[in-house]
């Protein structure tokens, strides 16, 4: 994907991204999970994945810091503050994660350590840089406090599984501040726990980045979190890029059937369940990916040449589209 | 509470206690050979028999002679052990701080080798080295020790003469019976360590850590090492228990003054008063050991401590 909007407009500071991945491939044994995604995050920005379950957002996010399985391999370029870290060494990699780049896992009963208290998880990046105890329990109060945790006193000194997933969240995110990062991975922050404490833990993060500036990358399958907090979205299937661009336009006026197919299937407000109805059909597996364009056997556009060609993420230049818009559908003018 | 837990555990522990007791008895009684005949020898005179018969109570009602054992048991009086003309009890705990002595050291080196060993092959399931070290220590574990007490006498003490074979007392003929009794217990903890590390590696909160910025070393001496412990620590309390009781073959193998040489001896001149105070003082070890192993379990996982109070 060839990158004009720099040379265009070089005023716009907003143009030169903190994170840049480029043409991202996750190969694990079985086969690659993600094929050529490269999106960017400028400072203080949203940037949003979604997609089905195994369409590879965990894979993209987990490549970007590092942190996928020990069998799978990451390419392509992940440029972060002008240095690729796929090729930087483990040092400055390590470096990189939990000071620069924080992670708020999927799940965060599973994320934190059943047998250390709260405080102790929360204050170890800091304990590991050298910060006197004393100092390190006053900062580790602090963030508590900050990510709105009643009583922090208390509850630095219990253990996860005293917790609701609510807190456990809210100490994940602690987790994922404490090393002053400028980028923030939130995969699925919200998907464990029941409406009322998403709404909250939502308006936590929306706070972190009006009031702090942090950058975000944000993992969610729920079109109305993306519609809420990311700037750009990256929606992708079966291990690649389906649609991408500004995140209001691209739920507003979709030019990949994927994308039309989600923003329906948005559960009503009042829905007790967070995660929306499946589309009709199975999600096609990275490992196995369809011929052609992936998601044809479950497009109600489909015709011959989806069958037969492979897509190929384009620039929407038509009237109305707006700039930045991409997608990966022959037919992408029709869809809306 | 904890109380309760612990208090149960003691009611637990002290009915086995009186099941051995109980065990020990019986066993006496129904081996062949009548302890008066068997301290008398061949020679004696029916006289002098129903005269020992008598000052050791044997001519009371069994009932009144369990009670009377059960009494003198808890006292830690099991009589006078014949061959050595004083009292069973006193003989057994001569010979006892040999025997832990050398439990300890194979405890010891099974501890700290077995960990260091399953944390290398847990750490990458799969991997060269943890199929290598699998292997070995599947080995290991199936070697009878006496055979290898043998193979490392003929080895290290017989033909490069590093150590002495036999004897006891000092660091020196302390190794090589220390090792042949680790060995086995080495592998066991070093089986039960990678099967822990390896499992707990899986965990989402290995992730969390490495997220921190942390070394591998970091992960693993942090995070996963004492999640992965808590079988470990079950299992070295209830195998140091073992590990007593296999000492009694190893001392025999290398001349090892403690316990276990005693008791064969015992049991081969049928000395019933110190096959007893022998069996108990291991029985009572054991039962006390496994009871601290439940206790550290409980501090290493606070998820237990809550149970506990159910
Ligand atoms: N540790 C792993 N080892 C091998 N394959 C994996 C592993 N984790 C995930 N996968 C596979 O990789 C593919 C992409 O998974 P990924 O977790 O990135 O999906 P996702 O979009 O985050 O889905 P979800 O919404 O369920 O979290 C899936 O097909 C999954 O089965
Ligand atoms: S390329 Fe064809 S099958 Fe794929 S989304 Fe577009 S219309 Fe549907
Ligand atoms: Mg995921």
Redesign the interface.
């Known amino acids: 994907m060839a990158d004009h909007s720099v040379a265009v407009a070089p005023a716009n500071q907003r143009t030169t991204p903190m994170l840049e991945v480029t043409d991202l491939e996750v190969v694990l044994p079985a086969g690659a999970v993600v094929d050529r995604v490269s999106f960017t995050v400028p400072a203080g920005r949203t940037t949003g994945l979604i997609g089905e379950s195994g369409s590879g957002k965990t894979m993209t996010a987990?490549a970007v810091?590092g942190?996928l399985p020990?069998t799978a391999s990451a390419s392509g370029e992940v440029r972060w503050k002008a240095q690729d870290l796929l090729v930087a060494p483990e040092r400055r990699r390590?470096?990189?994660?939990?000071?620069e780049i924080?992670?708020v896992?999927?799940?965060p009963s599973?994320?934190?350590?059943?047998?250390?208290t709260v405080g102790r998880?929360v204050g170890?990046?800091l304990r590991?840089d050298g910060l006197p105890r004393t100092q390190v329990r006053a900062r580790v109060l602090e963030l508590l406090a900050r990510v709105g945790l009643p009583e922090p006193e208390r509850q630095a000194d219990s253990?996860p599984?005293e917790m609701s997933g609510g807190m456990r969240q809210r100490v994940?995110i602690a987790?994922?501040l404490?090393?002053q990062p400028e980028l923030v991975i939130a995969d699925e922050p919200t998907t464990a726990l029941d409406v009322t404490t998403q709404a909250r833990i939502l308006a936590l993060l929306a706070d972190l980045r009006e009031r702090e500036g942090l950058a975000m990358i944000l993992v969610s399958h729920d079109l109305r979190v993306m519609a809420h907090v990311a700037d750009e979205v990256v929606v992708m299937y079966a291990g690649r890029v389906a649609e991408q661009g500004p995140a209001r336009a691209v739920l507003d006026r979709p030019y990949h059937p994927y994308t039309r197919a989600l923003a329906a299937n948005v559960p009503a407000v009042t829905s007790r369940t967070a995660i929306a109805e499946p589309l009709p059909g199975a999600p096609a597996s990275p490992f196995d990916r369809p011929s052609g364009c992936p998601f044809h056997p479950r497009c109600p556009m489909a015709r011959d040449r989806c069958v037969t060609e492979v897509p190929a993420l384009r620039e929407i230049t038509e009237a109305g589209a707006g700039p930045g818009r991409f997608s990966a559908c022959h037919f992408a003018e029709e869809v809306s | 509470m904890m109380l309760t837990f612990l208090l149960r555990r003691l009611a637990i522990g002290l009915f086995t206690i009186w099941g051995v007791l109980t065990a020990v008895f019986l066993i006496v009684r129904i081996a062949p050979g009548d302890q008066a005949t068997v301290a008398l020898g061949p020679d004696a005179t029916p006289e002098q028999i129903a005269e020992l018969r008598h000052t050791l109570g044997l001519d009371q009602p069994v009932l009144v002679q369990y009670l009377n054992f059960l009494g003198d048991a808890v006292r830690g009086d099991f009589g006078q052990s014949y061959r050595y003309g004083r009292p069973a009890m006193e003989a057994v705990l001569e010979r006892f701080p040999a025997t832990v002595t050398l439990t300890l050291a194979a405890t010891v080196i099974a501890i700290v080798v077995g960990i260091v060993l399953g944390v290398v092959a847990g750490h990458?399931p799969g991997s060269l080295v943890d199929r290598t070290t699998s292997a070995a220590t599947l080995g290991l574990q199936a070697l009878p020790p006496f055979w290898v007490g043998i193979m490392l006498i003929l080895v290290l003490a017989l033909w490069l003469r590093l150590l002495p074979s036999a004897g006891g007392g000092d660091l020196e003929h302390l190794i090589l019976p220390a090792v042949t009794l680790s060995i086995p217990f080495t592998a066991l903890v070093g089986r039960i360590t990678r099967s822990g590390v390896a499992e707990t590696m899986s965990?989402?909160?290995v992730?969390?850590?490495?997220?921190?910025?942390?070394?591998e070393r970091?992960v693993l001496t942090?995070?996963v090492l004492?999640?992965s412990l808590v079988p470990v620590v079950t299992v070295v309390g209830l195998q140091v228990g073992t590990l007593l009781g296999g000492a009694v073959v190893i001392e025999t193998v290398f001349a090892w003054p403690g316990l276990g040489n005693l008791l064969v001896g015992a049991v081969g001149n049928r000395d019933y008063a110190v096959v007893q105070a022998a069996t108990v003082l291991i029985a009572v070890c054991v039962i006390g050991l496994n009871l601290a192993a439940d206790l550290a379990y409980a501090r290493?996982?606070?998820?237990i401590r809550?149970e506990a109070r159910r």
């Open positions: 987990m810091v942190l020990d390590r470096q990189v994660r939990g000071r924080g992670v896992f999927q799940d599973a994320a934190l350590n059943p047998i250390q998880q170890e990046i590991r253990y599984h994940m987790i994922a404490a090393g | 990458r965990e989402a909160f992730r969390t850590a490495r997220s921190k910025g942390l070394t970091e942090g995070h004492k999640n290493l996982d606070p998820r809550l």
